[in-house]
């Protein structure tokens, strides 16, 4: 796979995205990806080692990653993530019990139950990586029409 450098994506990128925005099902039908494969693959390397990590050393962040992969535990019997449990941990797991008796009904294997983690994960940094983008170029927009609101923000920068 060729890379563009730069951020500026190549005429084919733009045209996949283009049709999976107008028309996902037909995007789906073509089988078209609206992540470059090499930064999803690249993405969940990352995660399987955080979580092979975690494993090993039995840290709890509690973070996200930490309650997904302890609704995967519990749905799948199988400890992906190891880890002492303390008194008070995350209101002790209360709001999870409920949704994870759910999910236990699928039996899920030990592998399936990393996928699950890994492929929330993924879903969650590249879906916050656009939304997050699309709310400073907004932000910035109505900034920009409104003088008022810049000298405030000036000021407010300045001190």
């Known amino acids: 796979m060729r890379m563009t450098g730069g951020g500026k994506p190549s005429l084919i990128q733009m045209a996949k995205g283009i049709v999976l925005m107008l028309s996902p099902k037909f995007g789906y039908a073509l089988r078209l990806n609206a992540t470059d494969e090499q ?17 090993a ?8 990653l930490d309650i997904l992969a302890s609704v995967a ?13 303390d008194e008070e941990e995350f209101d002790k797991d209360s709001e ?16 399936e139950a990393e996928l ?19 709310a400073l170029s907004l932000v910035m927009h109505f900034i920009s029409l409104d003088q008022d609101v810049q000298d405030k923000l000036f000021a407010e920068v300045q001190v």
Do not use: C, M
């Open 39 to 55: 930064a999803k693959d690249f993405v969940a390397d990352v995660i399987h080692r955080e979580l092979k990590e975690r494993k």
């Open 57 to 64: 050393s039995k840290a709890k962040k509690n973070d996200f």
């Open 73 to 85: 535990t519990e749905a799948s019997g199988n400890a992906l993530h190891d880890v002492v449990k």
């Open 96 to 111: 999870l019990k409920g949704h994870v008796d759910k999910l236990s009904s699928y039996n899920w294997s030990p592998d």
């Open 116 to 134: 699950f983690v890994v492929s929330q994960a993924i879903s969650l940094f590249f879906a916050a990586v656009d939304t997050t983008s699309t």
